[in-house]
């Protein structure tokens, strides 16, 4: 499978794509779209605990859109640094935020201004803002120090960036020497043709 992007690819076009899509589940979570959404979907799907789910804000769970349960790997260490890369509505994010505890640190990585603002807003409402960051950012150029992470968490959201070795270099780079990755994504099993991967709005599907 390819790890990047056709050499005549609008970069742009499809971030933009996936940043308005994405922008439209901040603003619209009970909207139409391509993939599944909500707390009932996360606990019957994705097996997440319903109890943890129905502690966080309401409007986290409705707009979280992920692929799968990257908590399910391991628990998060307490005290530990993590960031959550396409953090969106802040689901996977205050899950974690909990987890480390008040001695920890919880930084959501995302490119879309609506998910950001509503990832705030729930740290806030989950009263977990003072372990909590949300940064402007992309997963090929994390806003993060070199090794100043214990676990990197990301669901669904490396599939949507064009270039994959650019993402995990990052995403090594910011890893102390010992840390992991916990992630959930979407495979293929067989190469597109270049025609689909050209096309801004298939990535962002």
Not at 124 to 153: K, M, T, Y
């Amino acid at each position: 499978m390819a790890l990047t992007h056709p050499a005549t690819f609008d970069l742009e076009a499809m971030r933009a794509e996936v940043q308005a899509t994405y922008e439209q589940v901040a603003g619209d979570p009970e909207g139409i779209y391509h993939f599944h959404r909500g707390l009932d979907y996360a606990v019957d799907y994705l097996l997440y605990d319903r109890d943890e789910l129905e502690a966080l804000p309401i409007e986290a769970t409705q707009s979280f859109a992920g692929v799968g349960n990257p908590h399910r790997i391991a628990k998060l260490p307490f005290g530990a640094t993590v960031v959550d890369v396409g953090s969106g509505a802040g689901t996977d994010l205050l899950l974690a935020a909990r987890q480390v505890g008040p001695a920890g640190h919880a930084i959501g990585v995302d490119m879309t201004p609506g998910m950001r603002l509503l990832a705030r807003e729930n740290a806030v409402r989950a009263n977990l803002i003072d372990r909590v960051q949300v940064r402007d950012g992309l997963a090929e150029a994390l806003p993060l120090e070199d090794e100043s992470v214990d676990v990197v968490l990301s669901n669904g959201v490396l599939n949507l960036v064009a270039d994959k070795v650019k993402a995990f270099t990052e995403i090594r780079r910011v890893l102390r020497l010992g840390a992991r990755i916990q992630m959930s994504d979407v495979l293929l099993n067989h190469d597109l043709h270049e025609h689909e991967r050209a096309n801004p709005r298939l990535w962002a599907a």
